[in-house]
């Protein structure tokens, strides 16, 4: 569960997450926030955390805003989105102007990411049968659970998921790869999915807690 000063609870993450939807198995288009076509590759993408492999530059770019406005980040962040027959695949560049300041405490499997630099994806192939909530923090320690429509809760689940994490001196970088047997769907031309991409920036000092978030409506 997360912290209850953490201002983006999973209830929210899943009220932002349930109005969503993406088009899984079509070429991609111009960015749009609320909107996308997921692009399908056939050659998978390195998962190195760096985004350099030209893989990622097929996915249309999405420029994550502020959680609660439609104002820009605080900090830029952007993702990349590409799906295999196998895999969903997200890669994430957070620019941070203060890189030794970076919070990556957590370590343990399933503990609080939120509580350090992160990034989440929340991911609904079925909105009848709840959301995927998966969480990577800039330490490289992943957060996995499986939210039921009733808001039931299963930090038992594991998404199989595959995340490697590279710190820079001007951003850090996340290259993320999910089964999607994991999501429980099908995922083919037509179809779709319901998708939310979070940005956890802890406190630096003086700053408050900045959250980004790209919302595929």
Not at 38 to 56: I, R
């Amino acid at each position: 569960m997360r912290s209850p000063t953490n201002p983006v609870s999973c209830a929210l993450a899943a009220a932002m997450l349930l109005p969503a939807m993406a088009g899984m198995g079509f070429a991609g288009e111009g960015p749009e926030r609320g909107r996308m076509r997921a692009v399908k590759t056939a050659e998978p993408p390195k998962l190195d955390g760096s985004l350099d492999d030209p893989a990622w530059q097929k996915g249309a770019l999405l420029v994550l805003g502020a959680v609660t406005s439609k104002n820009a980040a605080a900090f830029a962040t952007t993702a990349r989105l590409l799906y295999d027959e196998r895999f969903l695949y997200v890669g994430v560049r957070c620019e941070e102007p203060d890189p030794k300041g970076i919070k990556k405490g957590v370590t343990a499997e399933d503990g609080p990411v939120w509580e350090d630099d992160c990034i989440e994806v929340f991911a609904a192939a079925d909105p009848e049968s709840g959301y995927r909530h998966i969480g990577i923090s800039a330490g490289g320690a992943v957060f996995d659970q499986a939210c039921a429509a009733n808001g039931e809760q299963n930090t038992r689940w594991n998404s199989g998921a595959k995340a490697k994490v590279a710190v820079g001196e001007q951003a850090w970088t996340v290259t993320l790869a999910v089964p999607l047997k994991d999501f429980d769907a099908y995922v083919g031309e037509g179809l779709v999915w319901r998708l939310n991409l979070t940005r956890c920036r802890p406190a630096r000092g003086g700053h408050e807690v900045a959250e980004s978030s790209w919302a595929v409506l």
